[in-house]
C-alpha cells in the first residue's frame, strides 16, 4: 500500500516538473525575449496544440509560423484539423477566425464567401452549438445588414 502511495505522489510530481501546462505554453507564446525571432517557439505551440486540439493561441502561432515563412501549408493544416475532429464544430470556427492567414483576400467577396461556407460547415456539424449561432449571425449581421442600416442613415439625414 505504501509503494502505491508513493508511486503516485512520485508520478504526480514528476509530471508538474518536467511537463507544462496548458497555461505556461500558452504564456511561452504570448512574448518575445530580446533577439528571439517569430517561429523560434514552433515545437512549443505544436506542443501544446497536442494538447489541446483547438487552443487559439496554438492554433494562430502555427498559421502564423507557415504563413510568415510562405509555406503553403495552412489550407493543408486546417484540412487535417477537420479530418482528425469531423464531428466537431470547433476547426470550422478556427478556420473561418484564420481566413487571412489560409490565402491571399485581395477580393472581399471571396474572403466572406469563404468565411460564410466554414461557418455554416461549422453548424452543420454542431447545430446547438451556441457559439457556432451567435458567430454566424454576427457575421449576417456585419456584412450584410449593418451596411443597409448605414445606407438607410445616411439618406434619411
Not at 18 to 44: A, N, P, V, W
Request: glycine share 2%; charged share 30%; net charge negative.
Amino acid at each position: 500500500m505504501r509503494k502505491q502511495i508513493l508511486l503516485y505522489f512520485s508520478i504526480i510530481i514528476f509530471s508538474t516538473v518536467f511537463g507544462q501546462t496548458i497555461q505556461e505554453l500558452e504564456y511561452d507564446l504570448s512574448y518575445y525575449k530580446r533577439g528571439e525571432e517569430y517561429g523560434d517557439k514552433i515545437d512549443k505551440a505544436k506542443k501544446l496544440q497536442e494538447l489541446d486540439p483547438f487552443n487559439y493561441s496554438a492554433v494562430q502561432y502555427i498559421c502564423r509560423y507557415y504563413d510568415n515563412r510562405d509555406i503553403d501549408s495552412v489550407t493543408i493544416f486546417f484540412d487535417n484539423l477537420i479530418a482528425n475532429y469531423p464531428n466537431n464544430s470547433e476547426p470550422y470556427l478556427l478556420r473561418s477566425e484564420l481566413l487571412y492567414l489560409e490565402q491571399d483576400n485581395s477580393e472581399r467577396d471571396d474572403y466572406n464567401r469563404l468565411k460564410l461556407k466554414y461557418l455554416k460547415a461549422a453548424l452543420e456539424v454542431g447545430s446547438l452549438d451556441t457559439i457556432v449561432i451567435t458567430k454566424l449571425a454576427k457575421f449576417y449581421y456585419k456584412d450584410f445588414i449593418l451596411p443597409l442600416e448605414k445606407e438607410k442613415k445616411w439618406v434619411l439625414s
